[in-house]
Each structure stands twice: as C-alpha cells, then as structure tokens.
C-alpha cells in the first residue's frame, strides 16, 4: 500500500485551529496517537477529523501538502505551454514544469504519501464513528467521505491515465484502501485499481458526503462542497447531465455569489473576500504553507518568484479585461496577483467554476437548466468588464476559454485539457504518458504488487 505508515493514527501538530466566526480549538501538538487511546471518545474522533483537514494544508514529517499548493500546481505546470517559465532552482518543479518526471521526483513521492497519509486519517475516523455524539455522526461521517473521495479523485487524476483514454476498467490508478492501516504486513501491499473503480469510490464517497453533511459548516466542508466537487469529477467524465445537475444545486443553494470586483475574490481585506469560495484551505501563520504563495509571488510579496508570466498568456485576455490587470511586475518579470498573501487562504472550489460548468454542460446537451448557457457565460464576462456574447458567438471555444482565462493558475489547467482531448503542446497530446505521474520509486520498491505506468 504505502510505505511508512506506522501504527497509530497520524494527526499534525497544531497550536490552534480555526473555526466559524473566529472561534479557536485549542488541540494539543500531537504526532502520534496511540491506536487503542487516539479515538476513544467524541472529541477525540473531531480532533482527529480536524487533523485529516490540516494535513491538507499543512506541511507534515517534511512532507508536501496538499490542496495548499501541489495539487494546483500538478494541474498547471503540466498543463503549461510556455504561458509561463518556470525559473525556480527545485527540480522536482523543474521536472514537473518540462514534463520529464523521474520516479525519484519528490513531489511524485510527496503527493503519494501525505494524500494516503490523510486517507488513514479519514479511515481511522469512518472506523470510529459509533464514538461520536449521534447528533454530529453525519457531519463527523460526511466530512471524512468528503477528505477521502476528493483525493481518490485527485490521485486517479495524477497517477492514472485521463478518463475515456483508453480502456477506464483496465487503465490502472491507484490501489483503494478503505480501513484503518495500523500496522503494515504484506497484505497490505495492494494492486493499483482502475481508473473505473477509483472514480466510483470518489463518486460514492462524495455522494454520501453531500447527502450526510449541513448546509453550514464554517470553515469546514458542508455538503455544496462535495456537490462542488462532484460536479468535477463528472465534467472529467463527459457525464455533462450530472455535472450540470450538482453545480447547479450549488448555485440554486444562494450560498455562494460572485464578488463584485474579480479581485476580491482573492483579496483577503476585501468585504467580499470569501462570498464566492465553496471550499477552502485556510492558511495560518502556524501553518506557514502557501505553496502557490511560495513559487508564484515575488519577492516583494515573500515568494521565490519562479512562476513567471509570459506575453503568450497575457494576449489571450480581451481589451478592457480586468482579469489582464490582476498581474504585476517586480524587477523585469510578471507575475499573477491571485497568490501574493503570504498566508492566504487557498481557493479549492469557487462559484465561478460552477456557472461555467452549468454553462458548458447545458451548452453540450442543448438545454437549459438554471440559465441559459448565454447568461452564465455573459455573468462571468461582465464581471471581467469586456463585452457581453450574443447568441451568433457563443461557442464552446468561447466558453472554454473564460474558464481558462478565469480559472487560471488555479490548477485545472491539464485537466480541462485532458477531458477536453487537447494538445497540450505543440509535441505532446493529451494522453502524452509523461502527462501522468509515475508511482514513486519507494512505493515500487516496497509494494512488489504494483505496476509502474508506461514511459517509465
């Protein structure tokens, strides 16, 4: 299965926790649990819950995190085009960015681990939920479906080929684990699944996620979350009736509106910061992990500055196009202005995404539930302050492309290109084998029961 999980229930060290409204848990730093005190009572199975939800965002054991940054940037730097150069000094992002990973790449082998690092969390908490108070066992149950089935989606995404390329009931992803691993023997090394299987355990996982978690939860994810999100793994699938169906009950829920400027949806000061964030990663100074803050601000903003924003992106962006303001430049180079808050949150899910979901799914089945797809393209654009579409130009290159230009350096570019079977550079299509991760050398090592991908 994975190597270096040891008995006990991980659970990163945490000072304080943030909750709804500026309230704090204090949870005291813990590594290691002893399996048979870790989740004896109540609060001891939603402190490890709160655990599976920093390991998310937190770096853990020098480990990677992961919605905090190496999944967004999985999505961009292989689904670059030279729209930026990557001028960093790592080269496990120089790997990434080129698209010549090795099977020794750190970020291949971090993702791997910390994603089923948080799984055995979730695990551990599914197993333990008769000690929760019956009246938060839905939520507590929820919210651990809900960590689990978005990175099995995350994982058959990065380590398996994309949906429909090729057979998606033999195409191996990775293996499903869905019990507690508390001590490591051989019959935890388990063959990788199938793209197929793995998809359908992140569609039960979500599904029963919506269905048991409230429509509030703070911080936390509550049930437009993993409506949210399963709205993506269907748009992966080309099943546009059931991604149109779940953003739309997002959208209908009057949860979540656009903010009225662009920026402020990125813009922690601004009154509107947060209306339009479904889902996400709150960054605190005890976390001190902002990858996306890391590689894409510059040092004027506390980043490296190694993601550098080229002419070939900024020309897409119409005349007038706000969106093409929401750059900067320090010393002779352009970066993008989504990320320069040091500790700012991360945006996993956004409503934006949402109504260009409705609107390509509507568009493709030539319905239209919620809006026409028109209105919710034309919503979109007239926030970015260019000129609505009329009937005789929208497309779905049209649409398409505001979800580029608007979703940009979110990290759903390759997989937008994946789904979309679209070059991803002038030398490499879309089911390029270097567009899929290897699994990682120390897991081939240890796991004789696993089959490396192609290419590699």
């Known amino acids: 299965m994975v190597r270096n999980i040891k008995k006990g229930i991980f659970i990163t060290a945490l000072a304080f926790v943030s909750f709804a409204c500026g309230d704090r848990l204090n949870v005291a730093p813990t590594q290691n649990i002893d399996e048979n005190v870790a989740l004896g009572d109540d609060q001891a199975v939603k402190v490890t819950l709160t655990g599976a939800y920093d390991r998310l965002s937190a770096t853990a054991g020098g480990t990677a995190a992961l919605y905090a940054g190496p999944i967004q940037l999985v999505g961009d730097f ?5 729209e930026f150069v990557f001028g960093g000094t790592f080269a496990n992002l120089s790997e990434l960015w080129r698209k010549e990973l090795t099977t020794t790449n750190s970020t291949v082998s971090d993702i791997w681990l910390n994603a089923y690092s948080t799984i055995n969390i979730t695990n551990n908490i599914l197993g333990a939920l008769d000690k929760v108070n019956q009246a938060d066992r839905a939520r507590v149950e ?6 689990r089935g978005s990175l099995y989606f995350e994982l058959a995404k990065i380590y398996g080929k994309a949906w429909d390329d090729g057979n998606n009931s033999a195409n191996p992803a990775v293996p499903i684990v869905l019990t507690p691993t508390r001590t490591v023997t051989e019959a935890d090394n388990r063959a990788r699944n199938s793209v197929a299987e793995v998809y359908t355990q992140a569609i039960e996982d979500l599904t029963k996620a919506e269905q048991l978690m409230p429509v509030t939860n703070g911080i936390f994810a509550n049930k437009f979350a993993a409506a949210a999100m399963l709205s993506r793994v269907y748009l992966m699938q080309g099943k546009y009736a059931e991604a149109r169906d779940a953003a739309n009950r ?12 662009f920026a402020d949806a990125f813009i ?7 209306r339009e964030h479904i889902f996400r990663i709150v960054i605190t100074d005890q976390d001190g992990t902002n990858a996306l803050n890391t590689y894409y601000a510059s040092s004027a903003f506390q980043g490296r500055g190694d993601v550098r924003i080229q002419t070939k992106h900024l020309g897409l962006y ?6 093409r303001d929401f750059f900067y430049r320090t010393g002779a180079n352009t970066f993008t202005a989504k990320h320069r808050d040091l500790y700012g949150d991360v945006p996993v899910l956004r409503i934006t995404e949402m109504y260009l979901t409705r609107a390509e799914a509507n568009f493709r089945l030539n319905t239209q539930v919620g809006a026409t797809p028109l209105a919710d393209v034309n919503l979109i654009r007239a926030r970015a302050g260019v000129l609505v579409l009329t ?4 497309s779905l290159d049209a649409i398409l492309k505001e979800r580029k230009l608007d979703l940009a350096f979110e990290g759903q570019q390759v997989h937008d290109l994946k789904r979309t079977k679209s070059t991803v550079t002038a030398t490499l299509n879309f089911n390029a084998n270097r567009l899929v991760f290897p699994v990682p050398q120390r897991e081939m090592d240890t796991n004789k029961s696993l089959v490396q991908n192609a290419g590699y």
């Open 142 to 147: 929820g919210e651990a479906r809900f960590i």
């Open 318 to 323: 119409e005349a007038g196009d706000i969106r």
């Open 391 to 394: 009937p005789a130009n929208l």
């Open 268 to 274: 922690e000061s601004s009154a509107d910061y947060g």
């Open 78 to 82: 292989l689904g670059d085009d030279r």
């Open 250 to 261: 997002v959208i209908t829920s009057g949860r979540y509106t656009l903010t009225r400027n």
